[in-house]
């Protein structure tokens, strides 16, 4: 192959990845501790954002779970004495930040 067609193309593949979105993953982090299973990140694919959910207990915050999501919406609702907390964004690591 043509090497002037490989470098173009390895560039290219860079700046893909540079340009995706990354998101924070945490399947269970509890307050005041670490992320106890799931932590790492996802890129995100097409149609999705970065998600935060946390769950409230009497306003203090209970857990919170953090991935890429498809179509996601940011919600809020109340169920069983518990509020849940639903937040997209859509810059790489903005879920870990909120």
């Given at each position: 192959?043509?090497?002037?067609?490989?470098?173009?193309?390895?560039?290219?593949?860079?700046?893909?990845?540079?340009?995706?979105?990354?998101?924070?993953?945490?399947?269970?982090?509890?307050?005041?501790?670490?992320?106890?299973?799931?932590?790492?990140?996802?890129?995100?694919?097409?149609?999705?954002?970065?998600?935060?959910?946390?769950?409230?207990?009497?306003?203090?915050?209970?857990?919170?779970?953090?991935?890429?999501?498809?179509f996601c919406r940011d919600l809020t609702f109340d169920f069983n004495n518990r509020t849940y907390v639903h937040k997209c964004?859509?810059?790489?690591?903005?879920?870990?930040?909120?």
């Amino acid at each position: 192959m043509n090497k002037h067609f490989l470098w173009f193309f390895l560039l290219f593949c860079l700046g893909a990845a540079a340009k995706s979105l990354k998101c924070i993953t945490c399947h269970l982090h509890t307050q005041p501790d670490r992320c106890r299973r799931g932590f790492g990140v996802c890129i995100a694919q097409k149609h999705e954002s970065c998600m935060i959910l946390q769950i409230f207990q009497d306003k203090a915050l209970q857990l919170t779970y953090m991935v890429c999501q498809q179509f996601c919406r940011d919600l809020t609702f109340d169920f069983n004495n518990r509020t849940y907390v639903h937040k997209c964004c859509d810059y790489s690591y903005c879920n870990y930040d909120m």
